[in-house]
Nanobody
């Protein structure tokens, strides 16, 4: 069975940093698109950072987080990370990691509809 489990969320002050982790089991992340999405109350699920089929592939960031967030993976550990810095109150949301079942795609997948496996989410709250 495929399972993704997020961790690392919590309460942080504006300007602070946080690192989210996603542990995958049941399949190998290497060769698959991976992504981080977030959803605030009353909002749709938004792509934050998405990475191509390998760690050397293309990476796409939402304009709102570019320069502040970094997505990375450790294939040996089957882990995905989202390093967040200079956090703002508007970053407050539930963050989800996701993976695409398709292997070695020619383009980065950036929409929720293109992803098949999802974690349960972890809450990130940015407030003074």
């Amino acid at each position: 069975q495929v399972q993704l489990v997020e961790s690392g969320g919590g309460l942080v002050q504006p300007g602070g940093s946080l690192r989210l982790s996603c542990a995958a089991s049941g399949f190998n992340l290497d060769g698959h698109n991976i992504g981080w999405f977030r959803q605030a109350p009353g909002e749709g699920r938004e792509g934050v950072a998405c990475s191509g089929s390998t760690s050397d592939g293309s990476t796409v960031y939402a304009d709102s987080v570019k320069g502040r967030f970094t997505i990375s993976r450790d294939n040996a550990k089957n882990m995905v990370y989202l390093q967040m810095s200079s956090l703002k109150p508007e970053d407050t949301a539930v963050y989800y990691c996701a993976a695409d079942r398709r292997e070695f795609t020619s383009a980065v997948h950036t929409t929720p509809e293109e992803y098949d496996y999802w974690g349960q989410g972890t809450q990130v709250t940015v407030s003074s």
